[in-house]
């Protein structure tokens, strides 16, 4: 018999592991657990009888989804995703970094998400769509007679869908064909997101250009939606929004995206539903920028995400607790328990609040029920202990009773800040480098922005977009050296095409001849051609025996940006929380800058905007783990001991392994005992079996 008491002292704070920023839904497996099925189930009534009518008509609609932070908007789409997948394609776009990309930026996110499997699929959305299309479900020996066929597989779509409709039909159904092909799909899916590919693989796809201008992509994305009209719509959803560039006047640019829509209608590009979810306040401050014939384009605007009610916010409890109350004999009495429906109604007088607010406080009560349980003599001492906080906010124009709203205190905890920040950024890290397999995945302008916002986070001055000019502008940036007077300019691109290549070097020479920066950095892994090639004989001229430097990044480099890069998104909707609280970007680049993360990214270094010196304790260490560095693990040990103030040795060894895959439960116990020997780890009952014992802090 294992009493509730006992798991509770040895398992994680449940509360704790949820992770409430945004996300791609194609990124992030839903855990069923934390569904609640009455949440918000009225949006996702009114979502599905919009979707219907696309299915009956095939004509283009879009909504605006609005909801405070909070409140659940992302986690929304993954459950439409999860639910209407069998009758919808779904595409998950997240915020552009250059505007004057955005319908590529749309055409990229659209293939990308159609890469996916469904649950419960064994073929990528992309293919499932090809097999479904009219011109092969109308005869069932059409698909494989035709699939061994490259010239009448497009002479047939060609007739099925009156081919003068559609953009470059040949180069369109050609690459469709290629899709059929295990060797040539996935350039056939670079060709398609918008990849400027090289000369070789434009060959074995048999076209003579690629999608590389803003009309191109807006054709293409056109093409899917008109020849998918027997077939299932796609579900176009815009997350993320609060980190879209900004114009002039510091207002964020959602005219663009509302050009997208219009173009969507306007243009009869059928068979899309497109979701624009936005928080609330973003939407009141922006909404006056944006044409009011734009807005009208929205089929339904007046879609919100409410509150939840009390019952909710204990069924959403509910759910977290049951995999601990199912280890435990006897079972607790509440379905709830450690927390109480005094608790419960005494946190929400008003009785509504937002799901982030519910599982925070529920994650602090928690975790004091847990203190409670051990020896105060035993107990880790907390510096500061997260309080409620109440706030009563009267309504403007309603005589209803006012809005009584409770949170919790932030912690003030330096250190249980540092520690919840690192494993923040350790899960975000390994699952954009499961995402990220090599550079070209990322599109030269959000490579570009991504190193600009860690520029920004680094204190670096006067940051300029746009160094060279003409079509590959979004390529570049230029910023004042921290530590000298110089301008520096710096240009990105890895589009494998050399006529590409070839016109970027034409207008970075420009750049240079017309001094707008000292010196010049090429950041590129891909090759630069050869001697014959006019690119590369600029290349030579620009970086040869001057003071212009060519850089060749590393994909661990991409990572660390990546992860910074997501992470600010996070930051800039009011969706990362740490230490009980939501921060906001200043105090995202305070806290990496602290950690030196970035200083770890041998790009920046070679930019020389941060240097890397080992202390002598790491340079110790470095010989004794000449094999390994364990340094990471280590700190993923310490912290998450931090951050739960004791837990049982079982479990911690065990999130350890699942962790970092390639750690061996033997290495984890005596990485363990090292932490204890270097006194920041204690085991508190030490006379107990191992799967008895519970590690603290040692302090």
């Known amino acids: ?187 056939a899916c670079e060709w398609l997101r918008g990849d400027d590919l090289s000369e070789e693989s434009m060959e074995a796809l048999k ?62 590009l059928k068979n899309f539903l497109v979701i624009i979810s936005v928080i609330t306040n973003t939407w009141n401050r922006n909404r006056d920028s944006i044409e009011q014939a734009d807005q009208a384009r929205i089929d339904k605007k007046d879609i919100k995400l409410k509150q939840i009610n009390l019952e909710q916010v204990e069924a959403l409890w509910a759910y977290q607790l049951k995999p601990l109350h199912q280890q435990a004999n006897p079972q607790p009495i509440s379905t709830i328990f450690p927390l109480t429906q005094q608790f419960l109604t005494e946190s929400f007088l008003g009785g509504k609040t937002l799901p982030r607010n519910a599982l925070t406080l529920a994650k602090n009560e928690y975790q004091r029920y847990k203190l409670s349980l051990i020896d105060s003599r035993e107990r880790p001492q ?36 540092a520690a919840e920040f690192e494993l923040i950024w350790q899960k975000e890290y390994k699952k954009i480098q499961d995402k990220i397999s090599k550079i070209t995945l990322l599109s030269a302008p959000d490579l570009i922005g991504n190193l600009k916002e860690a520029l920004e986070a680094l204190q670096v001055q006067r940051i300029k977009q746009k160094l060279i000019s003409g079509k590959y502008a979004g390529y570049s940036l230029s910023y004042q050296h921290p530590s000298k007077r110089e301008r520096v300019g710096i240009v990105w691109t890895e589009d ?103 200083d770890k990214c041998t790009l920046l270094q070679s930019l020389g905007i941060v240097t890397t010196v080992s202390t002598e304790e790491e340079k110790e260490e470095d010989k004794e783990e000449t094999r390994r560095d364990w340094r990471p693990v280590k700190s993923y040990l310490f912290n998450l001991v931090k951050t739960q103030s004791f837990m049982g040795t079982p479990t911690l060894i065990s999130h350890c392994t699942n962790e970092f895959s390639d750690v061996s439960e033997p290495d984890v116990k005596l990485l363990i005992q090292s932490l204890c020997e270097e006194r920041k780890l204690k085991i508190i009952n030490t006379k107990a079996k191992l799967q008895d014992q519970l590690i603290s802090l040692n302090v």
């Open 496 to 598: 494998s095409n050399m006529t590409s290549f070839f016109n970027i070097m034409n207008a970075s020479l420009k750049a240079i001849q017309n001094q707008l920066c000292d010196k010049l950095y090429l950041i590129r892994i891909s090759n630069v051609g050869n001697g014959k090639l006019k690119g590369y004989q600029l290349y030579q001229q620009i970086f040869t025996a001057t003071d212009n430097i060519h850089i060749k990044p590393n994909l661990t480099s991409v990572h660390l940006l990546a992860t910074y890069h997501s992470l600010v998104n996070a930051a800039l909707a009011h969706e990362l929380v740490i230490g009980g609280k939501a921060i906001n970007l200043p105090e995202l680049q305070s806290l990496v800058r602290k950690s030196k993360f970035l």
């Open 207 to 268: 076209v003579r250009s690629c999608i590389d201008s803003e009309d191109a992509a807006k054709n293409i994305l056109a093409n899917f939606g008109r020849i998918s009209t027997q077939t299932q719509p796609i579900v176009l959803c815009f997350d993320n929004l609060d980190n879209i560039p900004r114009l002039s006047d510091g207002s964020q640019d959602f005219q663009s995206l509302f050009n997208v829509n219009t173009t969507i209608h306007n243009s009869y």
């Open 1 to 187: 018999m294992t009493s509730i008491d006992n798991i509770i002292k040895r398992e994680v704070n449940p509360f704790g592991l949820i992770n409430l920023k945004p996300g791609n839904f194609w990124e992030e497996k839903q855990d069923l657990r934390n569904s609640v099925d009455s949440i918000h189930q009225e949006v996702i009534t009114e979502v599905e009888e919009l979707l219907d009518l696309v299915i009956k008509d095939n004509r283009s609609r879009s909504l605006l989804l609005l909801g405070d932070s909070g409140s659940g908007k992302s986690y929304l789409l993954g459950r439409l995703k999860r639910i209407l997948n069998p009758k919808a394609f779904f595409v998950y776009i997240g915020p552009w970094a250059n505007s004057d990309y955005i319908w590529r930026h749309v055409l990229r996110s659209t293939v990308d998400s159609l890469m996916q499997v469904p649950e419960g699929q064994q073929e990528s959305q992309l293919m499932l769509w090809l097999k479904n299309l009219s011109a092969f479900t109308k005869n069932s020996n059409s698909w494989l007679f035709l699939q061994s066929d490259r010239r009448k597989f497009i002479q047939h779509l060609k007739r099925t869908y009156k081919a003068a409709g559609l953009f470059n039909p040949d180069f369109f159904f050609g690459v469709l064909h290629d899709l059929t092909n295990p060797e040539l799909y996935p350039i």
């Open 382 to 417: 907390q510096k500061d202990t997260a309080k409620n906080v109440t706030t009563i906010v009267k309504i403007p124009g309603q005589d209803k009773s006012p809005l009584v709203i409770t949170t919790t205190k932030a912690t003030t905890d330096i250190g249980t800040i």
